[in-house]
């Protein structure tokens, strides 16, 4: 191999490493926006690509017990809105994604 095909093929490893750092970096600061915050039902629904009526005969009530109390409030009278932490929420979507 030539030199100068050496160094390009250098270059384009640095720059995928680079490329991979910062996309990472970027998610990390991605994920510190959500922490702390809290959404509603039109906010969960986007999340997952549902209709609400969806989202909660899918996700929401099958895994009642896992959610409830830290990273879900479910409501205790109709007319009454959900809750979510979304830091915990998105966290828990991405770990369980295959069980709903």
Not at 74 to 92: D, L, R, T, Y
Request: proline residues 3%.
């Amino acid at each position: 191999m030539e030199t100068k095909e050496l160094i390009f093929q250098l270059m384009e490893i640095d720059k995928q490493k680079l490329l991979l750092e910062k996309q990472a970096e970027l998610q990390q600061l991605h994920d510190q926006l959500d922490y702390g915050a809290v959404g509603d039902m039109a906010w969960f629904c986007e999340r997952v690509n549902m209709s609400a009526g969806n989202a909660k005969e899918r996700i929401l009530y099958p895994f009642k017990k896992e959610l409830e109390g830290n990273i879900v409030t479910f409501p205790e009278v109709q007319g009454q809105k959900w809750q979510f932490n979304k830091w915990p929420m998105n966290k828990w979507i991405v770990e369980n994604f295959e069980r709903w």
